[in-house]
């Protein structure tokens, strides 16, 4: 039985690495606060595969939704998880009253022969909102191949693309003269990630590159200020009309823009003092590089955007609800107490671990595990070990 398990392991590896490529998957997500579907956009084809080469057929974390590739036997060849900007808004006010749709994009490693790829979202109650199965070969004539235009250089490289997390810092709103500020800017934000523990520990674990995207203008758009400019991935201030949210939603535009650098997880900066930021999960970190609180939000959009890890702060002013009584929250460092077990009730007692209430945006209902946290506000000393023990679970699944 073991030799039959190695076997059967081995062979789902060669499907998937025998041609050392990746599949990018362009999706559109639409729907409203009640109705969510999946169209597939494009197919498009990398070469080089930097992600993951274990636990392939296993899932870091739930995640608000999952891509599931499957050979045409049904085994799983590969599965990831992520959260989208569009889930997110259909929590919103606006999500009552019109429908709007959102782009996605994911990376997994082309196969070698025909597979189907299933993607599914979910709700605040874990429920399945949309599924959308597809099939995939790779011969197919109209996968395009995806080309760099960007320039990169190497901040730090610790290995192969094979044995590291690839991290790519991305400029945003940066024009010619400034490239230089962005290189600096890109190795700040860095050093301010791998201060952080367990990423200080870890360190070894990563890469990191730069891709200096140029911009026509200088900054990004604010539009509650009027403010408009013509940058490279469209990025924007008041997300959700919140002022300090800032995002992008012309995510394939990004990793056009950044295609034949390898990467499996995406930080931008932003050129502009004023304060924001924002992480999705297994999608990106956007943050602003030039406000005095920059190093300690890139730090946090980053536990976000890389760990999945949710908000601690409350301020009870949500349209919707995220983390509903009913449901343990997916995220490692909230519990509703419906399955604490799973979460750190074998670490209450010790160095300082606890159970608080508040956290995901509200003040009762929710806890989180300690008084502060990099998560919780930008004055922490760092992550909790709440959240450094997830992270550090996150690093060792990725690279073990």
């Known amino acids: ?7 059967l392991f081995l062979s789902l590896s060669a499907a998937l690495y025998a041609q050392d490529k990746t599949l990018r998957l362009d999706y559109i997500f639409y729907g409203d606060a009640d109705h969510a579907g999946i169209a597939l956009s494009e197919l498009r084809s990398l070469d080089g595969w930097a992600g993951r080469r274990s636990h392939m057929d296993e899932l870091p974390l739930k995640g608000n939704g999952q891509v599931t590739v499957r050979d045409e036997s049904g085994n799983v060849l590969y599965r990831t998880s992520f959260s989208s900007l569009f889930q997110e808004w259909q929590t919103t006010e606006e999500a009552t009253r019109t429908s709007r749709s959102f782009e996605n994009v994911f990376l997994v490693p082309m196969p070698e022969a025909k597979a189907t790829v299933t993607v599914e979202l979910f709700d605040p ?14 011969s197919d004539i109209l996968i395009r191949p995806a080309n760099c235009t960007a320039a990169s250089r190497d901040l730090m490289i610790n290995g192969s693309i094979n044995e590291c997390i690839d ?3 991305v400029a945003e709103g940066y024009t010619p003269g400034e490239m230089e500020t962005f290189y600096k800017d890109a190795r700040a934000a860095m050093e301010a990630i791998l201060s952080h523990e367990p990423f200080k520990a870890m360190k070894d674990r990563f890469n990191f590159r730069a ?28 997300t959700f009309y919140t002022d300090r949210y800032l995002t992008t939603l012309h995510v394939k535009d990004l990793h056009d823009a950044i295609a034949g650098i390898p990467y499996e997880h995406i930080i931008i900066l932003a050129n502009t003092d004023y ?21 300690p939000v890139v730090v ?32 490692q460092n909230l519990t509703t107490k419906v399955d604490f ?31 502060d946290c990099r998560m919780k506000t930008n004055t922490a000393a760092g992550f909790c070990p709440v959240c450094q023990r997830a992270l550090e679970r996150l690093i060792r699944f990725y690279t073990d």
Request: hydrophobic share 30%; proline share 4%; glycine share 16%.
């Open 341 to 371: 077990s799973s979460k750190w009730e074998d670490m209450v007692g010790t160095d300082g671990v606890g159970v608080h209430e508040g956290g995901g945006y509200k003040s009762k209902g929710v806890w989180r595990g300690c008084e």
């Open 300 to 331: 946090h959009e980053f536990g976000h955007s890389f760990g999945g890890l949710a908000d601690e702060y409350f301020y009870d002013d949500q349209f919707g609800d995220y983390y509903p009584s009913d449901t343990e929250p997916w995220e």
């Open 275 to 295: 304060y924001g930021g924002g992480g999705i999960y297994n999608s990106y970190t956007l943050t602003t590089a030039h406000h005095g609180q920059f190093k």
């Open 125 to 138: 109650h874990a429920r399945v909102t949309a599924s959308f199965t597809h099939p995939v070969d790779p």
């Open 167 to 169: 991290v790519l810092i």
């Open 1 to 7: 039985m073991k030799r039959l398990f190695v076997f």
């Open 211 to 238: 891709a200096g995207l140029v911009s026509s203008e200088s900054g990004v758009s604010i539009p509650g200020r009027g403010i408009w400019k013509d940058t490279p991935l469209h990025s924007h201030f008041n």
